[in-house]
Nanobody
């Protein structure tokens, strides 16, 4: 079992930055892919970014490329999502999720989920 706890959300003006954290407890990430998803009101949960823990390979949805950076800290068993140049359309609840195995952008293939953290970007 893996327990995930997100933090770092908040209210920010357009153009600002936030850093989300996803701390894991229980089993380690070493064989996992960790992803970030987001869900805006009335919309489906969508993929944002993912990192393969063992290799460090990263993946992004097109709308965040060049603005968001996913990274990991082995010692802290934590994954980060650095979000720069935020836009109002980035407003959503952000979730981290983990799955055994390789990268996939489909939420249903992730086994473990955090509780979510709200990100609100004002115009």
């Amino acid at each position: 079992q893996v327990q995930l706890v997100e933090s770092g959300g908040g209210l920010v003006q357009a153009g600002g930055s936030l850093r989300l954290s996803c701390a894991a407890s229980g089993r380690t990430y070493s064989t996992y892919t960790v992803g970030w998803f987001r869900q805006a009101p009335g919309k489906e949960r969508e993929f944002v970014s993912a990192i393969i823990w063992s290799s460090g390979n990263t993946y992004y949805t097109d709308s965040v490329k060049g603005r968001f950076t996913i990274s990991r800290d082995n010692a802290k068993n934590t994954v980060y999502l650095q979000m720069n140049n935020l836009k109002p359309e980035d407003t959503a609840v952000y979730y981290c999720a983990a799955r055994r195995g390789g990268y996939i952008s489909i939420a249903g293939w992730y086994d473990y989920w955090g509780q979510g953290t709200q990100v609100t970007v004002s115009s």
